[in-house]
């Protein structure tokens, strides 16, 4: 003998709490996507940065030839808007401190700089 199983109506009460949760997860994970993104951007900056002021430390100053390949590297990066502030440009005497003064925006807004100074050793 067969049995006949009735059908049970659903509600939207039912899955609503499912898809909630999965549009939390997505807001969530793109916020995340996007912090580290810029903590990314933050790190080369970081790494080009220590780059030229090593080259720095040997010349005495940030030459022309640096400072045009330090903007290209800077906007590979994704940083827009660059200042090379206080950066010593000229060159500094023997045992000064040499400085190289990073400051740009990222797509989003956000500033990023970076501030370095080491001893000339030229």
């Known amino acids: ?12 009460g039912d899955v609503m709490p499912m898809g909630l949760f999965v549009i939390c997860i ?7 996507a996007e912090c580290v993104r810029t903590v990314n951007i933050k ?11 090593l080259r720095m430390e040997t010349v005495g100053y940030l030459t022309p030839d640096d400072s045009a390949m330090l903007f290209e590297e800077l906007g590979e990066t994704g940083l827009h808007e660059i200042s090379l502030g ?18 740009g925006f990222t797509e989003d807004g956000y500033e990023i700089s970076e501030y370095r100074t080491s001893t000339a050793k030229y």
């Not at 003998?1 to 939207?12: A, C, N």
């Not at 790190?43 to 002021?53: A, D, G, K, L, T």
């Not at 206080?86 to 400051?103: A, C, M, Q, W």
Request: proline share 2%.
């Open 26 to 32: 997505a807001i969530v994970f793109v916020s995340f």
């Open 1 to 12: 003998m067969m049995r006949i199983l009735k059908k049970i109506d659903g509600s939207v």
């Open 86 to 103: 206080n950066t010593d440009t000229s060159e500094v005497g023997y045992g000064n401190p040499v400085r190289l003064e990073i400051r």
């Open 43 to 53: 790190s080369s900056v970081s790494q080009i940065s220590r780059r030229y002021i």
